[in-house]
């Protein structure tokens, strides 16, 4: 069974520059914007926002 178009897979870095990244799906129905969540960066160890890469 093929994986809907519908949720993708995106990559979400850090705006801290230290390269971490999450991996997530989202709904592009209700965020066809590029997502931005506020979330745990290990490298600087504090909650930082996270940009969809593409």
């Known amino acids: 069974m093929a994986r809907s178009e519908l949720r993708p897979i995106?990559?979400?870095k850090s705006?801290?520059?230290t390269g971490?990244?999450?991996v997530t799906r989202?709904?592009?129905r209700n965020d066809p914007d590029?997502?931005?969540l506020r979330k745990y960066d290990p490298v600087v160890?504090?909650?930082?926002?996270f940009r969809e890469e593409r």
């Open 26 to 28: 989202k709904n592009r």
């Open 10 to 12: 995106i990559k979400l």
């Open 45 to 49: 160890r504090r909650h930082v926002e």
């Open 15 to 17: 705006t801290a520059k």
């Open 34 to 36: 590029r997502l931005v």
């Open 20 to 22: 971490y990244t999450y």
